[in-house]
Nanobody, 115 residues
Framework: QVQLVESGGGLVQPGGSLRLSCVASRSISGINAMGWYRQAPGKERELVAR???????SYADSAKGRFTISRDNAKNTVYLQMNSLKPEDTAVYYC?????????WGQGTQVTVSS
């Protein structure tokens, strides 16, 4: 079992930045993949960024060049640095951990990009 707690969301103006954090209840060094997903009102949940074994990263096209996923194994934490935010980035952002055959989700953190 892994509990995930996200933080760092909020209201930001277009062009601004936010850093989301996801703290896991246990060591993430043995977790195969961790990622960030988001869900906007009326839309399906979509992948934003994913880190596999802390080595390989992948990003949604909408996130490339603006978002960066990173993980600090010593703090059991995964981050999502978001720059040049746009109104269309508004969504609830969820942290995900894939450990073996199981997938775990956090409760989500709201990001609102608006002037």
């Amino acid at each position: 079992q892994v509990q995930l707690v996200e933080s760092g969301g909020g209201l930001v103006q277009p062009g601004g930045s936010l850093r989301l954090s996801c703290v896991a209840s246990r060591s993430i060094s043995g977790i195969n993949a961790m990622g960030w997903y988001r869900q906007a009102p009326g839309k399906e949940r979509e992948l934003v960024a994913r880190s596999v074994s802390g080595i390989r990263t992948s990003y949604a096209d909408s996130a490339k060049g603006r978002f960066t996923i990173s993980r600090d194994n010593a703090k059991n934490t995964v981050y999502l640095q978001m720059n040049s935010l746009k109104p269309e980035d508004t969504a609830v952002y969820y942290c995900n951990a894939e450990a073996g055959l199981s997938s775990y989700w956090g409760q989500g953190t709201q990001v609102t990009v608006s002037s």
